[in-house]
């Protein structure tokens, strides 16, 4: 793969990518072959803004219309259990202690995992395979194929209750997605 001329903020596009989906009792959901625009990020910004948002934020307002439950267990006749706010100030401290600790990992602002050469921002390549990687967090996904989903999850109360936060606050973390070159049927280039 020739040079992108990539930097932070830079946009890649990634035509045709073939997820290779999950499993699940015998069957495989989630291979879908998709258009997909990155763009290319600081990780240690991305913690840093997200945990600014976590610290602001007001729990009354962004759960105001608090209609969400979660199962109260994972076994077969479990009962959805309303979210209270004491599990969204629970939810809220685990996230800020999460983020926290990412950020302290990150030594020497040096972002670098060692199992990868970062051939360019947003570019790296295995070491141990010499596999080919573009990340960065999702700006869209464009279906080619959509595959069926996996039944859903018997979701716990904590689980649900950092997931709306994540979602409500527009957390860009968990937007990080890595796909391998060699996955890809179509270009990949700068938009």
Known sequence: MQKLGTKVGSKILIKGYQKTGKKVAGQVYGNDNVNVTLSVISYQQVLREDLEKLKAANLVDLIKDNKYTAFESRKKDAKQIPITLSDFQTALQSLIDSKERALSKISDGS?????????????????????????????????????????????????????????KLGLQANLIRQYKVSNASGSIGLI
């Open 111 to 167: 972002e670098e995992d060692p199992r990868y050469e970062y051939v360019e921002a947003g570019i790296k390549k295995s070491i141990s395979s010499s596999d080919m990687y573009v990340h960065g967090v999702i700006v869209s996904e464009e279906y080619n194929y959509k595959a069926e989903k996996p039944p859903r999850s018997k979701s716990l109360v904590a689980t649900s209750a950092k997931r709306i936060l994540e979602r």
